[in-house]
């Protein structure tokens, strides 16, 4: 059973930076096709970065594109999102997702896909 942890979430002030952190508990993070979705109240949880197995990948929704990045620690079975210049449209309970059984190099994987989650952690910029 893999379990994801995450952490680093909290509170921000309009152009900070966060960084998010998601210890997976699996033999090889490299196998997993990972990533990092988001959710505010009454809506659908929304894909910002993706990775595909090995590292090999990176995917990042429009919204976020050359703000946040998406950064593999094989060593230590980790997956960091950087979260840099925060607006308020960026306040949401963040995820990481972990999956192996699906297809992750064509850029980031619908949340439906993923079957390994994390327990969330809170964004809030203003």
């Known amino acids: 059973h893999v379990q994801l942890v995450e952490s680093g979430g909290g509170s921000v002030q309009v152009g900070g930076s966060l960084r998010l952190s998601c210890v997976a508990s699996?033999?090889?993070?490299?196998?997993?096709?990972m990533g990092w979705f988001r959710q505010i109240p009454d809506k659908e949880r929304e894909g910002v970065a993706g990775?595909?197995?090995?590292?090999?990948?990176?995917y990042y929704a429009d919204s976020v594109k050359g703000r946040f990045s998406i950064v593999q620690d094989d060593d230590q079975n980790t997956v960091h999102l950087q979260m840099n210049s925060l607006n308020p449209d960026d306040t949401a309970v963040y995820y990481c997702?972990?999956?192996?059984?699906?297809?992750?190099?064509?850029?980031?994987?619908?949340?439906?896909?993923?079957?390994?989650w994390g327990q969330g952690t809170q964004v809030t910029v203003s």
């Open positions: 997702a972990a999956d192996k059984s699906i297809l992750c190099s064509y850029g980031i994987v619908p949340a439906t896909r993923f079957n390994y």
């Open positions: 699996v033999g090889t993070i490299g196998r997993y096709c």
């Open positions: 990775m595909s197995t090995g590292g090999r990948n990176e």
